[in-house]
T-cell receptor, first 112, second 112 residues
């Protein structure tokens, strides 16, 4: 059973465009993480959100956790080729962050 | 601080063999989790260790096992390898088994 669904699965845009990717679940998570992964490497943690409605900004990236802590979004402003990669969301319940559930990811390609 | 390290980075084995993968967590981190990543299944949780005890276990057969040492280093073992075990095996460590995890670069296992 896939507990976290990410959309879109693939996204190809031009440099300078804005984009939003989504992470949805029917389950409540105590925390949610966003990672970016490049081919052949491990995921790199971008942000952790823990409070319903929380918004975090990391330069051109804006992360939001849904009020009910079941969904999240990642918005990138003025995308750059360096943003290319696989974006993964992961949810944890209680203190079981060591057993995170991952979405299948959104593969983003930013063309120069 | 040095990041999570995994050895070896690449491994080629044949069906029926066994393999041991090693993970050294970030200094001070006591939680170590293992994940299997394949194109078809995404990131799947294998197990998590905290202070030398297996805290959580995913839905993998008994051929997959692990352990954690007193210095928090961890190993995972796969016995009687099958073609379907070919994957990127990722190790992640966290400061206290809550919220954030930091991934290593992974071990790419190919079973022929």
């Amino acid at each position: 059973t896939q507990l976290l669904e990410q959309s879109p699965q693939f996204l190809s845009i031009q440099e300078g465009e804005n984009l939003t990717v989504y992470c949805n679940s029917s389950s409540v998570f105590s925390s949610l993480q966003w990672y970016r992964q490049e081919p052949g490497e491990g995921p790199v943690l971008l942000v952790t959100v823990v409070t319903g409605g929380e918004v975090k900004k990391l330069k051109r990236l804006t992360f939001q956790f849904g009020d009910a802590r079941k969904d999240s979004s990642l918005h990138i402003t003025a995308a750059q080729p360096g943003d290319t990669g696989l974006y993964l969301c992961a949810g944890a319940r209680g203190t079981n962050a060591g057993k995170s559930t991952f979405g299948d990811g959104t593969t983003l390609t930013v063309k120069p | 601080k040095a990041g999570v390290t995994q050895t070896p980075r690449y491994l080629i084995k044949t069906r029926g063999q066994q393999v041991t993968l090693s993970c050294s967590p970030i200094s001070g981190h006591r939680s170590v989790s293992w994940y299997q990543q394949t194109p078809g299944q995404g990131l799947q949780f294998l197990f998590e260790y905290f202070s030398e005890t297996q805290r959580n276990k995913g839905n993998f057969p008994g051929r997959f096992s692990g352990r954690q040492f007193s210095n928090s280093r961890s190993e995972m073992n796969v016995s009687t390898l099958e073609l379907g075990d070919s994957a990127l095996y990722l190790c992640a460590s966290g400061p206290n088994a809550y919220n954030e995890q930091f991934f290593g670069p992974g071990t790419r296992l190919t079973v022929l």
